[in-house]
């Protein structure tokens, strides 16, 4: 019987540590889980913040149409929209910036086409040219009879362009137009005769930040 005994005791210690381990253990990965879950959310309201554009008010400027860093100016053919050559300014939007886009001059939507492609990293200069990717063509008001055209472009994370406009309508300069969800690239075509106020590895500020005038 004493061995017996002896024996319970053992099993209900081994048993008691047993719990105490695995109560620990829940315990602490529960605390891991609500942490993670914390930083989610934090996190998301972060991406999704829109905070107010101080836009500016003199005429004949063309604002930037999303917040991130400008890495290219150039001279590009675009067809579609604008017609022949023209000038171009890509923004690379990485996952901490502000993902809604903002119209970069007041006007109308002339042109809107979705082209379905690929995901690839929105960090190469080249993805418009493979990636899924929504294409504004703005005829403007201020500065008048120009044609302004920006390409919302789709990236390796960001899956999802969501524009707020349609084709035929008004827009006003720095008025929310889009959302490109978790990492993107914008890119503005502009007349040949806008004088660019921007340089390369600039960072903008959507809805704020002079990319270019046009007199």
Same mark, same amino acid.
Not at 18 to 39: D, N, P, Q, R, S
Not at 112 to 138: C, T, W
Not at 145 to 152: E, P, S, Y
């Given at each position: 019987?004493? =061995?017996l005994?002896?024996?319970?005791?053992?099993v &209900?210690?081994?048993?008691?540590?047993?719990g105490? @381990?695995?109560?620990?253990?829940?315990?602490?990965?529960?605390t891991?889980? %609500?942490v993670?879950w914390?930083l989610?959310?934090v %996190?998301? %309201?972060? %991406?999704?913040?829109?905070?107010?554009?101080?836009?500016? #008010?003199?005429?004949?400027?063309?604002?930037a149409?999303g917040h991130?860093?400008v890495? #290219?100016?150039?001279?590009t053919?675009?067809?579609d929209?604008?017609? =022949?050559?023209? $000038?171009r300014?890509s923004?690379?939007?990485?996952?901490? *910036?502000?993902?809604? $886009? *903002?119209?970069?001059? #007041? =006007?109308r939507?002339?042109y809107?086409?979705?082209?379905?492609g $690929?995901?690839? *990293?929105?960090?190469?200069?080249?993805s418009?040219?493979?990636n899924?990717?929504?294409? &504004?063509?703005?005829?403007?008001?201020?500065?008048?009879?120009q +044609?302004?055209? @920006?390409?919302l472009?789709?990236?390796?994370?960001?899956r999802?362009?969501?524009?707020? @406009?349609? /084709?035929?309508?008004p827009? /006003?300069?720095?008025e929310?137009?889009? &959302?490109? /969800?978790?990492?993107?690239r914008v890119?503005?075509?502009?007349?040949k005769?806008a +004088?660019?106020?921007v340089?390369?590895?600039d960072?903008?500020?959507?809805?704020?930040s002079?990319?270019?005038?046009i @007199?």
């Amino acid at each position: 019987m004493i =061995g017996l005994s002896g024996a319970a005791v053992l099993v &209900l210690l081994a048993t008691a540590f047993l719990g105490k @381990v695995i109560g620990a253990f829940v315990i602490g990965f529960a605390t891991v889980l %609500f942490v993670l879950w914390g930083l989610f959310v934090v %996190f998301t %309201f972060y %991406f999704f913040r829109d905070p107010d554009a101080l836009t500016p #008010t003199a005429p004949g400027l063309v604002i930037a149409p999303g917040h991130g860093k400008v890495d #290219t100016i150039d001279t590009t053919t675009e067809n579609d929209f604008m017609g =022949g050559e023209c $000038q171009r300014i890509s923004i690379f939007l990485s996952v901490f *910036n502000v993902h809604v $886009q *903002n119209s970069p001059v #007041t =006007g109308r939507i002339a042109y809107f086409k979705h082209s379905p492609g $690929q995901y690839l *990293n929105a960090m190469r200069a080249d993805s418009a040219d493979f990636n899924e990717n929504v294409y &504004l063509g703005i005829e403007s008001v201020e500065p008048r009879g120009q +044609k302004i055209g @920006v390409r919302l472009i789709s990236g390796l994370i960001a899956r999802r362009i969501v524009p707020w @406009v349609a /084709q035929n309508d008004p827009v /006003q300069r720095g008025e929310r137009i889009s &959302l490109i /969800q978790f990492g993107s690239r914008v890119n503005v075509y502009l007349p040949k005769a806008a +004088k660019i106020k921007v340089k390369l590895g600039d960072r903008v500020v959507g809805g704020e930040s002079v990319l270019a005038e046009i @007199v």
